[in-house]
C-alpha cells in the first residue's frame, strides 16, 4: 500500500496548512518529530521549522531548527527545505545521546511513553486500553525501574503478582487507595480471568520493551523474552442470549436504550463502534451500516435485515449527515460508560442478569452460526481479519456434517 505524502513535504502543501501558533507534526524516525509552524501573519516570510523527541527519563523536548524555504531558497543553514529540516532534527536529537550511550538510564515508563507515542503516530488501535493497562498495572509496580535492570525473576514476580493480588474497592470518588479485598484464589475460574488479565498486560510491556530493543534504545531482550505468558486462559465461556432474552430485552426498553440495544443486536458491533456512527454512515439504497473504525483497523459494510433497515432509517431521517446516528436521551452521543445506569435499569426490567451490552454481539454471531451462516461471513460482519476468533466461540453451533452423522448412527440408549 503506498505511504501516504507528508503535509509538510511540498511548498504548496504546507500553504495550504491553516495559520496558527500550534505546529503540525509528522514523524520522521522513531522517537523523532518533525514539526511545522507557520504561525499566524506569517505569510510573508514563511514559516518555522522544529524538531521534538523525549529525553530518557520521558521529559518532552523541543528546538527550533530554522526558517522553512516558503518564500526564500534554503541554504542549508537558517532555512531549509523539507529534507534538510529532516536531516537537522535527526542530528539534533542524537546530539541528545538518546541512544545506546543512555539505555542503562531508560526507565520502564520512558519506554512506555516513547512506544505509545510512535504508535499513536502511526494509526495504533486500542490505544486506550493499552494505556490504560499501563497506568494500572505496569507504571505502579515497575515503571520507575531501569529496563537494564529488569531480569527474569523481576518480570516473573510481577506478572504473578497481578493474579495474587487483592481487589480494589471502589466505594465512591474518594475511596482511599489501601481498600481492598482479597479474592478467592480457590476458584478455577477467579484464576483463569486474572491470568488472562496477566497475560494481556504482558504483551503490553513486551511491544513496548521490544520496540525499545528494536530501536536500539536498549541492548538485550533476554529479560523479558524468556518470560512467557500463562496457558489455557482465554478457555472463557461465552454467553449467548436465547432468542426469549432477547424478545425480553426489547420488550422492557424504550427510548434512547432500545435504539443502541436494537442496533446492537441487528449489526453485531461493539459499543464504540456503535457511539461513533453518523448519519451518513447508513446506506439507505443498500440497507446496510458502514462501520469506518474497528478494533481490527479493518472497515466494513454491515447489511442489515428488514427491522433494522426500519430502525436506522428513522434514526437517520431528516437530519444532517454529520450528526451521531444513535443518541443518549439528551441528544448528546453515546460514550464509554455513558449506558451503564440506563443498561442497568434495563436488565432489573427485563428480570435478566449477569449479561454485558458486549454480549449482544456474541449473540448475533451466534444466531447467524445456528442458522447455518458459513463463519468466513460471520467473520466478514464481526470485522475481524480472519476466522480464528470465530472458530474458536461459535464452531460448535454450526450444523457439522460430522456431528449430524455421529448422532444419527452412533449407538443410542
Known sequence: M????????TKTSRAALPSSDAPEWEVISPGVRLGYRRGRGSHGRGGTWLAASR???GQRLQSRLGQADDQLPA?????LTHEQAKDVARAWVKSLKVGNEAAPALTVNAALDRY???REAEGMKSLDDARTRAAFHIRPKVGSLRVADLTIEKIRAWRDGMVTAHKRLRTGKFAEKANTVAVDLSDPEVIRRRRDTANRTLTTLKAALNWAFNN???VDDTAWRLVKPYRGTTAARVRFLSPDEQKALIAASNGAIRDLVSAALVTGARFGELARLRVLDYDVVNKSVFIAESKSGKPRHVPVP?????LFERLARDRPGNEPLLRQE??????TSTYNRPWKALLAQAKLSDVTLHEIRHTYASTMVRNGAPLIVVAEALGHSDTRMAEKHYAHLAPSYVADTIRRLAPDI
Open 116 to 118: 505509545f507515542e510512535a
Open 306 to 310: 428488514a427491522g433494522g433497515a426500519e
Open 2 to 9: 503506498a505511504q501516504r505524502r507528508s503535509s509538510l513535504s
Open 216 to 218: 536500539r534504545l536498549v
Open 330 to 335: 439528551s441528544g448528546a452521543a453515546w460514550a
Open 55 to 57: 529525553s530518557v527519563d
Open 75 to 79: 541554504d542549508g543553514a537558517k532555512v
